[in-house]
């Protein structure tokens, strides 16, 4: 009975010590994430503290968002919200950042604001954002999986030392793939007898037409056949042109010969196109405001009140020129891609943008990293997406019917979204594009929409059915300007290389087209001026980012 006491004793004192070495990890414990570990959302009565920043719509309160609170609950987050207005969202970010008193979490609407490519080397040098390579193969099966299958996607998101530093969102919008589109007034084609032009010189031909004919029938000259704008989304009238003569990719003008990084604005070809569009601009064909007009001043054109007066119009889509739902709207289609002296091609761009609307910083604790990379995992499935991005189901989404049609012929039908009723309260039920981050075509594809592409309840089809006209009409291979990281130590001098040479590049094609030079007289001065921003040094470092990024 003595030897018992002390024994029991000393197995007391035994257990106390497991017990108190599993209840206070070491430093280094709580630095080193473990996979048979989880957050403190998983097994735990307190919540993961997150400081998150995210930009926030005057029709959505984050803090009290359904979406917010459901993640919050699934993940056992406490989310602390640092929300900013669109406007003046960037700037912003750079205080947050500058001050020193920045979040855990950044997650961004990349159209709003993102962290550039240049932001990520930068604050990952600093050791301000954490890679999140780590994490990714422990926590989140469904972003490593989306970084397999999807080569660019991959790429957009490997720094140049290999590590991943944050996720940007995978969009494969396909109207958005083919951005440089054409839209022609159809009933005016009928008015007149004309058909769908097929070649850049038909296309001519129907201009003049729609500029002399009155095919408003208003007896009055005020036709605009052809106009655009300076802004983006496919709205700039030479690329499209352009595409009969040389490739245009209307972001670097670069392309791809036999693996060769090369100029296209420097190729007599380019000289030809520009002689073209010129042609038409001097017979008045073209809107002398479509090179300097901003977005609002191209869509008064398309909605003018006291008669239709445009006749085609550039864009990624029309309702960039025009009201949805206006009768003007119904009657523009899409123009194929018109087969010019060299083809006829389409300008391709992938939809989803380089840089990263995912970021965590080393404010995060690791419970916050694992509990937000879990969350973005989420967002990776298929039940995620559609709730994060377009809310609850039965108010802002139905599951499809048996009568729906997808927008993609022999696509698996995934949804149909219920519109908000004018005057209707805002629902605050999702995180709407600052969720979107898995999308890819299939998915895409899925969506229901009505068949009457001309009613704005079938827009998306009437979208998808336009692009079919574009797709795969670009180049075997397109220099992937989305993908490419430039090196750090050469990213400030290419920066530099590229706006230069692409502002004089656009200045000069003004000047060429409206006259302002001679495409005869000047030309050789052009290309000289041109080598003389440094082109061989731009091409150079060109070649060599692509090399490392896809010729390993």
């Given at each position: 009975m003595k030897k018992t006491v002390p024994f029991l004793m000393i197995m007391l004192l035994a257990i106390s010590l497991v017990l108190a070495a599993c209840s206070s990890p070491t430093d280094s414990d709580k630095n080193t994430p473990d996979a048979k570990d989880s957050p403190k959302a998983v097994g735990s009565n307190s919540s993961v503290a997150i400081k998150i920043f995210a930009q926030q719509d005057a029709n959505t309160d984050l803090a009290t968002n359904s979406f917010s609170k459901l993640v919050e609950e699934k993940f056992n987050i406490k989310f602390q919200w640092q929300t900013v207005p669109f406007d003046g969202a960037a700037e912003k970010r750079q205080i947050s950042l500058a001050s020193g008193d920045y979040p855990d979490l950044y997650m961004l609407i990349p159209w709003v604001d993102k962290f550039s490519q240049t932001d990520i080397l930068r604050y990952s040098q600093q050791g301000v954002i954490l890679p999140l390579d780590d994490l990714i193969n422990k926590y989140a099966p469904n972003v490593k999986a989306a970084l397999d299958k999807f080569p660019y996607f991959k790429a957009m998101n490997t720094a140049p030392d290999g590590k991943i530093y944050g996720l940007t969102q995978l969009i494969e919008c396909y109207h958005c793939s083919y951005p440089n589109k054409m839209w022609i007034n159809?009933?005016?084609?009928?008015?007149?007898?004309?058909?769908?032009?097929?070649?850049?010189?038909?296309?001519?031909?129907?201009?003049?037409?729609?500029?002399?004919?009155?095919?408003?029938?208003?007896?009055?000259?005020?036709?605009?056949?052809?106009?655009?704008?300076?802004?983006?989304?496919?709205?700039?009238?030479?690329?499209?042109?352009?595409?009969?003569?040389?490739?245009?990719?209307?972001?670097?003008?670069?392309?791809?010969?036999?693996?060769?990084?090369?100029?296209?604005?420097?190729?007599?070809?380019?000289?030809?196109?520009?002689?073209?569009?010129?042609?038409?601009?001097?017979?008045?064909?073209?809107?002398?405001?479509?090179?300097?007009?901003?977005?609002?001043?191209?869509?008064?054109?398309?909605?003018?009140?006291?008669?239709?007066?445009?006749?085609?119009?550039?864009?990624?889509?029309?309702?960039?020129?025009?009201?949805?739902?206006?009768?003007?709207?119904?009657?523009?289609?899409?123009?194929?891609?018109?087969?010019?002296?060299?083809?006829?091609?389409?300008?391709?761009?992938?939809?989803?943008?380089?840089?990263?609307?995912?970021?965590?910083?080393?404010?995060?604790s690791k419970d916050a990293q694992i509990a937000a990379i879990k969350l973005v995992d989420y967002l990776?499935?298929?039940?995620?997406?559609?709730?994060?991005?377009?809310?609850?189901?039965?108010?802002?989404?139905?599951?499809?019917?048996?009568?729906?049609?997808?927008?993609?012929?022999?696509?698996?039908?995934?949804?149909?979204?219920?519109?908000?009723?004018?005057?209707?309260?805002?629902?605050?039920?999702?995180?709407?594009?600052?969720?979107?981050?898995?999308?890819?075509?299939?998915?895409?594809?899925?969506?229901?929409?009505?068949?009457?592409?001309?009613?704005?309840?079938?827009?998306?089809?009437?979208?998808?059915?336009?692009?079919?006209?574009?797709?795969?009409?670009?180049?075997?291979?397109?220099?992937?300007?989305?993908?490419?990281?430039?090196?750090?130590?050469?990213?400030?001098?290419?920066?530099?290389?590229?706006?230069?040479?692409?502002?004089?590049?656009?200045?000069?094609?003004?000047?060429?087209?409206?006259?302002?030079?001679?495409?005869?007289?000047?030309?050789d001065a052009y290309v000289t001026g041109l080598n003389k921003l440094n082109l061989k040094r731009y091409l150079e470092i060109m070649q060599q980012s692509y090399d490392k990024s896809f010729k390993k």
């Open positions: 159809s009933s005016w084609l009928k008015k007149l007898n004309l058909q769908m032009p097929k070649t850049l010189d038909e296309y001519k031909q129907v201009l003049q037409a729609f500029k002399s004919k009155d095919p408003n029938g208003n007896g009055k000259a005020d036709e605009v056949p052809l106009s655009g704008s300076i802004e983006d989304y496919g709205v700039h009238i030479i690329p499209y042109f352009m595409n009969g003569f040389i490739y245009n990719d209307d972001k670097t003008y670069l392309f791809l010969n036999n693996g060769k990084v090369d100029m296209a604005a420097n190729k007599a070809e380019w000289k030809q196109g520009l002689q073209f569009v010129k042609s038409m601009y001097d017979e008045g064909l073209i809107d002398k405001g479509a090179f300097t007009q901003n977005a609002a001043a191209f869509k008064k054109i398309g909605d003018n009140a006291e008669a239709q007066i445009l006749g085609a119009g550039a864009g990624m889509h029309p309702y960039i020129f025009v009201t949805g739902g206006s009768d003007n709207s119904k009657t523009y289609d899409a123009v194929p891609p018109l087969a010019g002296p060299n083809g006829a091609y389409a300008t391709y761009n992938y939809p989803s943008d380089p840089g990263a609307t995912f970021v965590l910083t080393n404010k995060a990776f499935t298929q039940e995620g997406q559609i709730r994060g991005h377009f809310g609850e189901e039965g108010k802002d989404w139905r599951k499809p019917k048996d009568t729906d049609v997808p927008v993609e012929k022999g696509a698996a039908s995934i949804l149909a979204t219920i519109p908000t009723l004018t005057g209707e309260t805002p629902h605050n039920s999702s995180w709407s594009p600052m969720a979107q981050y898995f999308q890819p075509k299939a998915f895409r594809d899925g969506w229901i929409a009505a068949t009457d592409i001309y009613d704005t309840t079938g827009y998306e089809r009437r979208l998808q059915e336009a692009t079919h006209l574009y797709d795969s009409k670009q180049p075997k291979d397109v220099f992937p300007h989305w993908a490419i990281w430039i090196d750090p130590t050469t990213a400030d001098e290419a920066a530099m290389l590229k706006t230069n040479i692409k502002n004089y590049i656009d200045q000069n094609a003004l000047q060429f087209v409206t006259g302002s030079k001679d495409l005869n007289k000047d030309w």
